[in-house]
């Protein structure tokens, strides 16, 4: 795995995020890890246009990492509920999400595979690094 490897799926609305993967097909431990974003867009054609790097965008408010990233957007996410005061946005009509999986399975990670869980920390805080350098900032959700 590298940062450069990866690509990010199309923004998905965050009320359609089940049709990226079925959430109730995929057994827990078997959830692919990956890197997940979210993103506000006020306008929904903001979400449609090409980023050669999805994380890259300005409308990214958080770039997050996950064991099983299908999983991970479909429970409670402490973010979303975060977004939801900080945009006031309470239907979450503005919030997008987009993964990349990657060919980890989440058993491996349970299974102690630290490397595994150590490459894709590095490419989380990678992602990061280059939001931040881009805009000066970090993602907005991604301040503690």
């Given amino acids: 795995m590298s940062p450069n490897d990866i690509y ?9 995020r089940d049709q990226i993967d ?3 097909t995929t057994p827990t431990d078997f959830g692919l890890s ?6 506000r867009f006020n306008d929904p054609q903001k979400a449609k246009k090409c980023f050669k790097r999805l994380h890259l965008n300005p409308d990214v408010i958080y770039i997050g990492v996950s064991r099983s990233t299908i999983h991970r957007l479909g429970r409670y ?3 979303v509920a975060r977004y939801k005061s900080a945009f006031f946005d309470s239907s979450l009509s503005e919030l997008y999400c987009s993964v990349w999986q ?5 058993y491996d990670l349970t299974r102690g595979n630290t490397v ?3 490459c894709l920390l590095h ?3 990678k992602l990061i ?4 350098s881009a805009f000066n900032r970090l993602p907005a959700l991604n301040i503690r």
């Fill in 116 to 118: 595994a869980e150590a």
């Fill in 129 to 132: 690094w280059e939001y931040a």
């Fill in 8 to 16: 990010f799926s199309a923004w998905t609305p965050w009320h359609l």
């Fill in 22 to 24: 079925p959430i109730d």
């Fill in 102 to 106: 990657s060919d980890v399975p989440n």
């Fill in 34 to 39: 990956g890197i997940y974003l979210l993103a």
């Fill in 77 to 79: 996410h402490k973010r």
């Fill in 123 to 125: 490419i989380e805080r």
